[in-house]
């Protein structure tokens, strides 16, 4: 879908009305190719006093092929370690390393800060204080540029690569002003960063179009062969996105009473059990609440939560490889609301919930549990939002813009990667740093 507004504003006359008027400036936003660099120019790293990680984050920005200078008229990124900031005016470090620099950050830049999980009082608070200072950073950079926030448990400095690789790169282009936390956890390196699913086998619900296609094109990419999974309507299309990737279609309704059996014995049968499970798979039925049917409520939570929670116990059974993925789909509606939307804003609640409730046990298997929540993203459904709705969507946040399916897609790549395995239990936003629910 054509985003005709930011189309005028990268021409002349539009961007002197942006100029003159104060209009949103939706920037082009550098997205992940594998022929170009990570980022676009090198990285200036900085730690506060007594900052455990800055050697580690040295030597993965230079495995990543990432160069790194102290000083840089453009940095491509700014990276922070701030785990030695243990009290609050220990804070002023913040502001001496960024304040001289955040106005250079090239177009599509990064900014990661990395903290720690504290352990005294004096330490929460000025911990806690960078999820407030990276949030106004957001706000206030331009040009595609993002700032995230990254705390990392002591003892899990060697689980932070794949986040970090993440977050600079073009992967990462619609995710902004996010916390990730990094714990406990399996991670296992891969051989080829380019192709880190290789040998893995992953199932996609949903996957015949849209964000589901879109998700099945980037685990393929990485290495991974791709189930694609809808029901039997949608075969067709679920055919050709599996002939596409590579992979193989099973069309399945998951509300029907056997669908989890099946899918056991359908993985254990022909793949040996299954390493990946994204539940993308999600309907809507919006009406306000008063005129809202049995019918409408019922479907949409079967869809969107109870079919995830009956396919996950089935999976854990024995079906879910060791170190498995499980990947939600929640949505921002299931953190800020959305009018004629309590039956879809309760499933996608209930599935940050789920990744709550099952991270221990994922956890416990060497596994781990996340969701991504989307903004807005262009589709087909978004594209039939009626025009001021759908524009006011895209320009409130802090990218102007919507996002695409692939940047949901990257981000479900990131968690499925076998060296996230120390990310578990996270609900990241692939919003743009949206207004709503911030």
Known sequence: MTDRYQRFSRSGPGKFLVSRLGLPDPAPLRRYSPDQPPLPGPAVVGSAKGGRLEEQIRKILDSAGIEVRDTEEKPGALVFDATGIDSPDRLRELYDFFHPRVR???????????????????????????EGFTRSVGKEL????????????????????????????????????????IGAGTVTRPENWLTPLAGKTALVTGGSRGIGASIADVLARDGAHVVVLDIPAQGEDLSAVANRVGGSSLQLDITAPEAPAQLVDYFRARHDGVDIVVHNA????????????????????????????RINDALLAGTLNHGGRIIGVSSIAGIAGNVGQTNYGASKAGVI????????????VGGTINAV??????????????????????????????????????????????????????????????????
């Open 104 to 130: 250079s950050v090239a177009a599509s830049g990064r900014i990661v800060v990395l903290g720690t999980t504290p352990d005294g009082s004096k330490e929460s608070i000025a911990q806690r204080a960078l």
């Open 142 to 181: 331009k040009r595609g540029a993002t700032v995230q926030l990254v705390y990392v448990e002591p003892g899990a400095e060697d689980g932070i690569e794949s986040t970090l690789r993440f977050l600079l790169s073009g992967k990462s282009a619609y995710v902004d002003a996010q916390v990730i936390r």
């Open 282 to 309: 999600g309907i809507t039925r919006d009406k306000t609440l008063s005129k809202m049917s049995e019918a409408q409520w019922d479907a949409v939570l079967s869809v969107n939560l109870a079919s995830q929670l």
């Open 353 to 364: 919930g789920m990744v709550n409730a099952y991270a221990p046990l994922l956890s416990s």
């Open 373 to 438: 929540a989307p903004g807005f993203i262009e589709t087909k459904m978004t594209a039939a939002v009626p025009l001021f709705i759908r524009e006011a969507g895209r320009r409130m946040n802090s990218m102007s813009q919507g996002g695409l399916p692939v940047d949901v897609a990257e981000t479900i790549a990131w968690y499925a990667n076998p060296a996230s395995g120390a990310v578990n239990g996270n609900i990241v936003r692939v919003c743009g740093q949206s207004l709503l629910g911030a």
